[in-house]
């Protein structure tokens, strides 16, 4: 089957070199001449290093280099079996697109969108046949995550579902389905990783460094939240949480953060900018953490309860089942254990106590446990066990 990819940026370019290394002809599609030449000669340094590396021939090397037709042209798509989208986050933009894919591409051609925000069933109306829609989610970087997440709308019909998820599942990914609601699966769990760091910090409880400290040393997390934030972007993250938070009608447990906010006003957008939470200069001098235990245990326990709260919700609500929920985070995100493992392994007793306490004590509508938890604990039951 030829894949379809159209925008080669930074997602599509990645998307376009998995499909070509699983052996499809590709076709890949961008308004811009010089962001295909730029995605074609970082595809040939990838190719030269994983050779290198030993980790492929030569000859695989060759084979997925020119698997990958690159195209300005639109009408490059007309013998494709699927089209994944990958260009701008704009809503206008991409139904435009979508009804221009429909014309251009074969009847039963999957049309498919890579967008982390817009929901699939607004994109699916801009189609006279709305039933060949889907969300395919990939992680940045495509080629290393693992994750997939797979998003059919209200109009998605269980063929294009299923084919759809063959496909990703055949290249070797791990494909989780999961609703069409906002933020799918990881960008919905993770908030809290984000969010209660940055109100930890706002209360003065401790310093970035302190925070970043507890979540990697006791929580056992490849990276702190600051350290994340700056790596991804004060920006991008500010906007991310923003559109969560107005997409689920203002519900104040994902209320975005002032001092984020003004870290990205001043311009501290974290690595890309030399200065976030941290300081990315030369002669940069960042402050240590306080190596306090019980501090650091207790950020920890904050945190981790928070995201556990909001995983349990996502069962609760049936935004994907329970594997699908603990794989989307340790093979999207990299957490060290899926959150509902982890709270078998701690006792949900123990996480429902910690929220309750949080609620009676700030009154705040954020610490309010999920009803799933509740029930959970009141019958004893178990995610896994
Ligand atoms: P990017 O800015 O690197 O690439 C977008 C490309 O689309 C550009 O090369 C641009 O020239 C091209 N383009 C724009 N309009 C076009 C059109 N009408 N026809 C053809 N090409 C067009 O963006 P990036 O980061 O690759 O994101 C693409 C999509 O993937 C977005 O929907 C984004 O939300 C989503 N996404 C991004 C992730 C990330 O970490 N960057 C992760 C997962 C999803």
């Known amino acids: 089957?030829?894949?379809?990819?159209?925008?080669?940026?930074?997602?599509?370019?990645?998307?376009?070199?998995?499909?070509?290394?699983?052996?499809?002809?590709?076709?890949?599609?961008?308004?811009?001449?010089?962001?295909?030449?730029?995605?074609?000669?970082?595809?040939?340094?990838i190719m030269a290093r994983l050779v290198e590396k030993g980790?492929?021939?030569?000859?695989?090397?060759?084979?997925?280099?020119?698997?990958?037709?690159?195209?300005?042209?639109?009408?490059?798509?007309?013998?494709?079996?699927?089209?994944?989208?990958?260009i701008v986050e704009n809503l206008g933009v991409k139904t435009k697109v979508f009804s221009q894919l429909e014309e251009i591409t074969p009847e039963g051609c999957i049309l498919a969108s890579n967008t982390s925000s817009l929901s699939i069933a607004s994109i699916g109306a801009s189609l006279k046949d709305s039933s060949k829609i889907i969300g395919?989610?990939?992680?940045?970087?495509?080629?290393?995550?693992?994750?997939?997440?797979?998003?059919?709308?209200?109009?998605?019909?269980?063929?294009?579902?299923?084919?759809?998820?063959?496909?990703?599942?055949?290249?070797?990914?791990?494909?989780?389905?999961?609703?069409?609601?906002?933020?799918?699966?990881?960008?919905?769990v993770a908030r809290p990783f984000y969010g209660e760091a940055l109100r930890i910090y706002e209360e003065g409880v401790a310093d970035f460094a302190t925070i970043d400290w507890a979540m990697t040393e006791i929580g056992g997390f490849r990276m702190g939240p600051f350290t994340l934030m700056d790596y991804i972007g004060n920006?991008?993250?500010?906007?991310?949480?923003?559109?969560?938070?107005?997409?689920?009608?203002?519900?104040?447990?994902?209320?975005?953060?002032?001092?984020?906010?003004?870290?990205?006003?001043?311009?501290?957008?974290?690595?890309?900018?030399?200065?976030?939470?941290?300081?990315?200069?030369?002669?940069?001098?960042?402050?240590?953490?306080?190596?306090?235990?019980?501090?650091?245990?207790?950020?920890?326990?904050?945190?981790?309860?928070?995201?556990?709260?909001?995983?349990?919700?996502?069962?609760f609500l049936n935004i994907g089942s329970k594997e699908a929920i603990d794989l989307a985070m340790t093979k999207g995100v990299n957490y060290p254990k899926g959150l509902l493992s982890w709270a078998d392994e701690i006792g949900l007793d123990v996480i429902l106590k910690q929220l309750e306490d949080m609620f009676a004590e700030y009154g705040e509508d954020r610490y309010r446990p999920s009803p799933l938890m509740r029930r959970m604990v009141e019958s004893g039951e178990k995610f896994f066990a």
């Not at 695989?60 to 013998?79: G, H, L, V, W, Y």
């Not at 984020?260 to 311009?267: D, K, L, P």
């Not at 200065?275 to 245990?297: I, M, W």
């Open 235 to 315: 920006d991008v993250n500010y906007v991310v949480t923003a559109t969560v938070f107005e997409s689920f009608y203002y519900d104040p447990r994902y209320k975005p953060s002032f001092t984020q906010m003004r870290f990205s006003e001043a311009g501290y957008y974290g690595r890309k900018s030399g200065k976030g939470f941290f300081d990315y200069g030369e002669n940069a001098t960042n402050v240590a953490p306080t190596e306090d235990l019980a501090l650091g245990k207790k950020i920890f326990d904050r945190i981790l309860m928070m995201l556990v709260n909001e995983a349990v919700d996502a069962v």
């Open 136 to 188: 395919i989610h990939f992680f940045n970087p495509a080629p290393l995550m693992p994750l997939v997440e797979i998003i059919p709308s209200v109009q998605t019909s269980e063929e294009t579902l299923g084919s759809a998820k063959n496909l990703i599942d055949s290249w070797s990914k791990v494909t989780v389905v999961c609703k069409d609601t906002p933020g799918f699966i990881v960008n919905r």
């Open 55 to 86: 980790k492929i021939s030569s000859e695989q090397a060759d084979e997925t280099k020119s698997n990958i037709q690159r195209s300005t042209d639109i009408q490059s798509f007309k013998d494709c079996g699927i089209v994944i989208e990958a």
């Open 1 to 45: 089957m030829i894949v379809g990819v159209l925008g080669g940026g930074t997602m599509g370019s990645g998307i376009a070199q998995v499909a070509a290394q699983n052996g499809h002809k590709v076709v890949l599609v961008d308004l811009n001449e010089a962001v295909l030449e730029l995605s074609k000669s970082k595809l040939a340094k």
